[in-house]
């Protein structure tokens, strides 16, 4: 390092940089495989980006809809990437969220119940089924607390207040990572065996936009510096629905919830627009008329609203001249006929990021497959920054 200024050492095996829902999962999973590791958050713990989301995670558990399963979230999913995803992630990810969800609830996770006492699922966008498991309107604070406690019960080292600025490679391996303790500005260095990266997105590269303060790119700088290919990186999730005034609550996300529990989407002269403009891709599993939709919430054999085709259907619109929409909930006398009340909350995640890289199922992924390797001499199959620099994709959601 070109200083002469002393410095901080601590060494583990794995190190996790980012606290968010991923970055928590992942740093559980290793602990568990008996590997030392460390906890790195550029702000204090709990306060990561995971934490504004509100409306739930994807889980095809059929506790309100029985024909619901994995298949057919796998399907929605492919369907709803325009069949770009990345088949076998979106297939792990249908397959697995249910015992995700499952292990959150053995942690401690207060899901919202339904009458029969198992765990409510609401309706969202480009779910065929009411799929999304929920805490009210703050799934992702009861997610991060959650995974927070289980990581402290763990005895798992975590360093807050750490701002990462680069990763240290040994060749054509990456060996660690120096920062700095934001508090003070004192240099750190972390010497580890592999680094996972679940730093979330980049959200705040934009004029307006609810994603945290903390959505600056540093994972994807990160692994650009260290040698990693990106993909993916044209995948920019905008959310179609969000307050534009006034300027006070400009960037809040109105959630995918408020469709989900019955809500329309009208342009400026009342007129339900989506009717409009149902892509030929959507139309013979969408409703083209107001009766036909409304009547979906009760009945799934009827072709879903066009109000709740995947959000990036519903963003373009405004794109093509229907800029200024407002979300508009149902009346008194739809919101008596649903199975629940409405609900607030963005059930995936606030604005741009993607839910996929906070998904306490990805991080269980990574980590353990690090620990399979560990078993095989973790020494000799420290993963470069390739693996593990800026691993994004479009498997699912959990919003």
Excluded at 207 to 221: H, M
Excluded at 271 to 293: C, G, H, L, Q, W
Aim: hydrophobic fraction near 35%; charged fraction near 30%.
């Amino acid at each position: 390092m070109a200083t002469n200024e002393s410095y901080e050492t601590h060494e583990y095996d794995v190190l996790v940089i980012g606290a968010g829902g991923a970055g928590l999962r992942a740093a559980i999973e290793a602990s568990a495989a008996g590997v030392k590791t460390a906890l790195v958050c550029k702000s204090l713990l709990g306060k990561a980006h995971t934490v504004m989301a509100e409306g739930g995670i994807a889980a095809a558990m059929g506790n309100v809809w029985k024909e619901d399963n994995w298949q057919v979230h796998f399907r929605d999913t492919m369907r709803g990437g325009k069949m770009l995803n990345n088949w076998r992630m979106a297939q792990l990810h249908a397959m697995e969220s249910p015992d995700r969800v499952l292990e959150l609830e053995e942690w401690g996770a207060l899901f919202d119940r339904t009458k029969n006492g198992l765990i409510s699922q609401r309706d969202f966008g480009g779910h065929r089924y009411a799929r999304l498991a929920h805490v009210g309107d703050r799934t992702g604070l009861e997610l991060i607390r959650t995974l927070q406690q289980h990581a402290v019960h763990k005895g798992l080292d975590v360093h807050m207040e750490c701002n990462v600025q680069r990763l240290l490679k040994d060749g054509d391996r990456v060996c660690g990572a120096v920062g700095y303790w934001r508090p003070s500005g004192k240099l750190v260095v972390f010497k580890c065996k592999a680094v996972i990266l679940a730093t979330g997105s980049l959200g705040k590269a934009w004029k307006y936009t609810s994603n945290s303060w903390e959505s600056t790119g540093d994972g994807i700088t990160l692994g650009l510096d260290a040698g990693a290919e990106l993909i993916d990186m044209e995948c920019i999730q905008f959310h179609p629905t969000g307050m534009v005034w006034p300027p006070s609550v400009r960037g809040i996300l109105v959630t995918e919830g408020v469709r989900g529990d019955g809500g329309t989407l009208k342009n400026s002269e009342g007129v339900r627009f989506m009717f409009n403009y149902i892509p030929e891709y959507f139309k013979s599993e969408t409703a083209d008329n107001e009766k036909e939709a409304d009547a979906w919430y009760e009945d799934k054999k009827n072709r879903r609203t066009p109000d709740l085709l995947p959000r990036d259907e519903v963003a373009r619109v405004g794109e093509r001249g229907e800029a200024r929409l407002a979300a508009r909930a149902g009346d008194q006398r739809h919101r008596q006929r649903r199975r629940r009340p409405a609900a607030e909350g963005d059930a995936q995640d606030r604005g741009e990021q993607d839910r996929e890289h906070e998904h306490p199922e990805h991080g269980f992924r990574l980590a353990d497959q690090l620990a399979a390797a560990g078993e095989r001499e973790l020494d000799e199959r420290v993963p470069d920054a390739r693996r593990v620099g800026s691993l994004r994709h479009r498997a699912g959601s959990c919003r």
